[in-house]
T-cell receptor, first 114, second 112 residues
Framework: DAGVIQSPRHEVTEMGQEVTLRCKPI?????LFWYRQTMMRGLELLIY????????DSGMPEDRFSAKMPNASFSTLKIQPSEPRDSAVYFC????????????FGSGTRLTVV | KQEVTQIPAALSVPEGENLVLNCSFT??????LQWFRQDPGKGLTSLLL?????REQTSGRLNASLDKSSGRSTLYIAASQPGDSATYLC???????????FGKGTRLSVIA
């Protein structure tokens, strides 16, 4: 298995631009999580899906953030418009809910908004 | 709401030393607890997963213990090596089997 795949690895964009981060979870996993990591706040959960359905988006900082999971093998996190304070590393993780399995993380997307 | 605390925030030890990293959590009604390793600029690698019914898990030189009643977990690293230098993160669910809440991590440096 190729693991959780995220793209792009790095993204540099100008303030005000739309940014789309992508994630392909491990095949067979039915839960998907988006986390954001900063030096100040550590790893924070943004949103998670079970069986492609958003369950809790209370961690999404503002309406500028949105996430979708149109099918079991793909999810996106979109920021529109982006701001410099959105600069962080965004991680996607997947797991199989209901079984004693742990989380597998992708390599992350390092976002820099200038 | 689950809170996960890791002590110490940073640790520097000479090569060959045995060491213990500590993790505490506030809500003991957890399904499992997971330890991760993160190298600088990299993603998270799962080290050990302890189910709520277990007291410890071992993988090579690593041993993780779980005491739900006291809200504590420890990661023991035997005979530390420079390659063990990384940040170690502890994570527990908010409750039951809900998403993981992470501690801030312990940054470990093993000096040759």
């Amino acid at each position: 298995d190729a693991g959780v795949i995220q793209s792009p690895r790095h993204e540099v964009t100008e303030m005000g631009q739309e940014v789309t981060l992508r994630c392909k979870p491990i095949s067979g996993h039915n839960s998907l999580f988006w986390y954001r990591q900063t030096m100040m706040r550590g790893l924070e959960l943004l949103i998670y899906f079970n069986n492609n359905v958003p369950i809790d988006d209370s961690g999404m900082p503002e309406d500028r953030f949105s996430a979708k999971m149109p099918n079991a093998s793909f999810s996106t996190l979109k920021i529109q418009p982006s701001e410099p304070r959105d600069s962080a590393v965004y991680f996607c993780a997947s797991s199989f809910q209901g079984a004693p399995g742990g989380y597998t993380f992708g390599s992350g997307t390092r976002l820099t908004v200038v | 709401k689950q809170e996960v605390t890791q002590i110490p925030a940073a640790l520097s030890v000479p090569e060959g030393e045995n060491l213990v990293l500590n993790c505490s959590f506030t809500d003991s009604a957890i399904y499992n607890l997971q330890w991760f390793r993160q190298d600088p600029g990299k993603g998270l690698t799962s080290l050990l997963l302890i189910q709520s019914s277990q007291r410890e898990q071992t993988s090579g030189r690593l041993n993780a213990s779980l005491d739900k009643s006291s809200g504590r977990s420890t990661l023991y690293i035997a005979a530390s090596q420079p390659g063990d230098s990384a940040t170690y993160l502890c994570a527990a669910p908010n409750s039951g089997n809900t998403p993981l809440v992470f501690g801030k991590g312990t940054r470990l440096s093993v000096i040759a």
